[in-house]
């Protein structure tokens, strides 16, 4: 999992943690990286890929920034 988060974000890829798992792993190297905890409602994963989404088009100036990715949203 985290090889993969590493390039991504080298990349500039944006991306989320979906986990069951302890999130301090998470927290400490990623800690600018949203994540959900599991069980995911539908809801709050919308709202994260929405996120998501309005981070990649201000980083490609395809709009102007409004807000920045929240590190972890309450479900």
Known sequence: MFPMARCLSQDGVPFLFCTGYDDQPVRSEFA???????????????????????ARQEASGLSSPTSSLAPHLPM
């Open 32 to 54: 600018g990286v949203p994540h959900l905890k599991k069980s995911v409602c539908q809801q709050g994963f919308a709202a994260m890929i929405d996120l998501i989404d309005q």
